[in-house]
């Protein structure tokens, strides 16, 4: 019954411990993790958009610079037409310089040549066998006859090299001749390259029929169709996620599509998503991790506090619950001790009368003496059981009586020492007997109380008397009495300790209780400790019980200096 | 003190006669009252050595007709007869003038001790008192009367 009421209890603490644990988790984990992904998802799609601007912004510039760069050399190509007469540029020596002068810091151009109108090579000057060609059926020759000025596509042309060229159309005095120029194509690659994007990072152009004009580093080649090409031309810088495949492993690329001016090129930016989003991912990775440590810590930081709280509530209610007991006990003893002093009281002149009868038939025996021998005896026999029976009773009833609340308490100063020295002085005589010691650990320096001597004597007669009888088995033992002040100093302390036969666990709580005894019928009544109880808390003390079984059991005892103030007044 | 006056006043009538029987057999001259009112008129009435008083009865008990025996102002010592709780009852009664008590239910031994106890008090007060007045009428004769009216 009592294990039962226990492991109930310590479910409901643990059940008490899990609600506590569940709210603060709601209540603190839920919002911080809520908050801290959110915040996080947040942060990075917000990073993403910064990263992705900026790639655009320097693919846009990049575009820039490449189209400055072919720009720059069709104002050169135009400039030279302009400046020079055909004559002077026939002239090879001449022809060679100004190459030479153009790409002495950067080698733009691989040759340049004069094309007269009906599309023979008039001069030439560069690594290729061309000066006899005739280009009068080329596609670019028509192109530039017609607009003035040309940068061809990418295409093999006579040399059967991938290779783009820039023209010019000159009218000198009715003649036209055309100046002609490649440019070179490893040096525009590097150019078009020359944009810093990781390592996963690709740059290409595209024509306008989505030829490769320079290849990209991964895959395609140059001068064939690029595949998902949309052909279609505008102004505006576009951005879109790609899904490539290198062995069947999926990767995530982010391309950047922008349309040169002239010729109408497409540049194209290929990227990683992963390489790209790095940074991203590392602060989103390192803002998680913190966050769930923090979660933790604050989750490890909960249950520490959680069953700090509940060990405190714990100790709160079973203090709670021993204060209830004493006030159950105190209420108890008081109706109980009423009743029982009443019912004493009654019985009391029963027997009195039984009392004068029993004299009554002794007195008439003694004068009439019984003939008859056996009944004498059973008769004898009978007087003599109602004598024991009836001082029994009155043992009993002289016993319950003491519960009836004293109306008036002797209150004088006692010297507790001195006062259980007396004590030990009237038990010990008897005890000695019984091969029983008695050890006083008493404090010098206690000071005298205010009390009732003659009730805290029949308290300790009570206990010694126990103590005596605890050794009843093993016919020896030690019974210690000592005294000091409280932890408090705001009184005193009594133990009376035994090595006796100590108390079952389940009886603890019943000894204070009226008529509970262990003892043989006609050895104990059961009331000793009860009379204690209630005189210890009328004097405004305090018994506590300590026990195991076969080694000993300690009362401790506490008084206060002085008793309670009605006490004191009516005393 | 063969032969002593006793009054014994209880609520209890079998108590009391009980108690008077048990007397009367150790040669006691005894009486039987029930109650206070009955112990005052006896007394008014009757001579006693000792009266044996139960502390508990209704109507007038055992410390009021105490008082009004003292106030008949006699020799007659009173025995308490009380209960086991009633000490302080005890107290007061001794200090108004009461012999002693015992705690019911007694030994008769116990209760004929107190009773002899009682009477040689009575005695000796009452021997004393005489002697006084004695005293006073061998020193002045003409007092006589006055002291034994
Ligand atoms: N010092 C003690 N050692 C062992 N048991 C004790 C001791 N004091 C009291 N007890 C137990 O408490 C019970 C109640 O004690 P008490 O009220 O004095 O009644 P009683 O002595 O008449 O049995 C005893 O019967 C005994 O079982
Ligand atoms: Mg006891």
């Not at chain 1, 026939?90 to 009906?118: A, P, V, Y």
């Not at chain 1, 036209?176 to 440019?183: D, E, K, M, S």
């Not at chain 1, 009836?390 to 002289?398: A, D, L, N, Q, S």
């Not at chain 2, 705690?103 to 000796?124: Q, S, T, V, W, Y």
Request: some cysteine; overall charge neutral.
């Amino acid at each position: 019954m009592d294990q039962n009421l226990e492991s109930k209890k310590k479910t409901q603490y643990s059940r008490l411990f899990r609600r506590f644990i569940f709210l603060t988790m709601i209540c603190s984990l839920v919002p911080l993790l809520f908050a801290g992904w959110a915040i996080n998802i947040h942060y990075s799609e917000f990073a993403k958009e910064r990263i992705i601007k900026t790639l655009q912004t320097r693919v846009d510039y990049h575009r820039k610079i490449i189209e400055l760069f072919l720009k720059e050399n069709r104002t050169r190509l135009d400039f030279i037409a302009r400046t020079y007469s055909i004559a002077t540029l026939t002239k090879d020596e001449h022809l060679k310089h100004i190459l030479n002068s153009i790409n002495r810091d950067f080698w733009t151009l691989t040759d340049i040549g004069i094309i007269g109108e009906n599309g023979d090579h008039i001069a030439y000057v560069g690594p290729y066998d061309l000066i006899d060609k005739n280009y009068s059926k080329t596609f670019w020759f028509k192109e530039v006859m017609e607009k003035g000025i040309y940068t061809s596509d990418m295409f093999m042309g006579f040399r059967k090299e991938p290779h783009f060229i820039m023209a010019v159309i000159k009218n000198e005095n009715g003649q036209r001749w055309i100046l002609r120029a490649t440019v070179n194509t490893d040096s525009f690659r590097s150019l078009v390259e020359n944009v810093r994007i990781g390592k996963t990072g690709e740059v290409y152009i595209l024509n306008s029929k989505g030829i490769y004009q320079t290849r990209p580093v991964s895959s395609g080649k140059i001068l064939t169709a690029a595949s998902g090409f949309e052909g279609e031309i505008h102004d505006s810088l576009k951005f879109r996620y790609l899904d490539t495949f290198d062995k069947d492993v999926k990767i995530k690329k982010i391309v950047c599509e922008t349309w040169l001016k002239d010729p109408r090129w497409l540049l194209v930016v290929r990227v990683g998503e992963k390489e790209l989003f790095e940074d991203v991912r590392h602060a989103n990775r390192a803002t998680l991790v913190s966050l769930h440590l923090s979660a933790l810590i604050i989750f490890i930081v909960t249950v520490l506090i959680t069953s700090h709280m509940v060990s405190v509530i714990k100790k709160r209610d079973r203090e709670v619950e021993r204060m209830n007991n004493q006030l159950m006990q105190t209420g108890k003893l008081a109706s109980i001790g009423e009743l029982s002093a009443g019912v004493a009281h009654e019985i009391n002149n029963p027997l009195a009368i039984i009392m004068t009868e029993y004299q009554l038939l002794l007195d008439t025996e003694k004068r009439t003496p019984i003939t008859d021998k056996t009944f004498g005896e059973q008769f004898a026999g009978s007087l003599n059981q109602i004598d024991i029976q009836v001082r029994r009773c009155t043992h009993i009833t002289k016993n319950l009586m003491k519960f009836a609340r004293r109306t008036k308490s002797v209150i004088e100063t006692v010297n507790v020492n001195v006062f259980l020295r007396e004590v030990i002085d009237l038990m010990g005589r008897e005890a000695k007997s019984d091969g029983i010691k008695f050890i006083s650990l008493l404090d010098d320096n206690l000071p005298s109380i205010l009390t009732d001597p003659s009730q805290l004597q029949q308290v300790f007669l009570n206990f010694i008397n126990n103590a005596i009888d605890a050794h009843e088995d093993k016919g020896f033992g030690t019974i210690i009495l000592s005294t000091c002040l409280t932890k408090d100093t705001t009184g005193i302390v009594i133990t009376v300790e035994d090595t006796g036969s100590g108390i079952k666990n389940e009886d603890i709580g019943k000894i204070f209780d009226p008529f509970f005894t262990t003892k043989a019928p006609g050895r104990g009544t059961g009331l000793g400790l009860s009379i204690c109880y209630s005189i210890v808390k009328q004097l405004g003390g305090n018994i506590h019980v300590e026990s195991e079984i076969g080694k000993g059991t300690l009362f401790t005892l506490t008084f206060p200096f002085k008793p309670p103030e009605d006490l004191l007044k009516h005393g | 003190m063969i032969g002593a006056k006793i009054l014994i006043v209880d609520d209890e009538e079998i108590f009391a006669d009980n108690m008077a029987r048990l007397l009367q057999i150790r040669n006691y001259k005894v009486t039987a009252v029930y109650n206070g009112e009955s112990a005052i008129k006896a007394l008014e009435k009757d001579n006693f050595d000792v009266v044996v008083l139960d502390l508990k009865m209704p109507g007038m008990n055992g410390i009021a007709t105490l008082k009004e025996i003292k106030n008949l102002g006699l020799f007659t010592e009173t025995l308490l007869l009380t209960g086991h709780g009633s000490v302080d009852a005890a107290v007061e009664a001794i200090r108004l003038g009461a012999y002693d008590f015992l705690n019911k239910p007694c030994d008769i031994d116990d209760l004929i001790e107190k009773i002899e106890g009682a009477g040689r008090k009575k005695d000796d007060a009452w021997k004393k008192d005489m002697e006084e007045k004695l005293k006073r009428v061998i020193e002045s004769p003409s007092d006589a009367f006055k002291l034994f009216d």
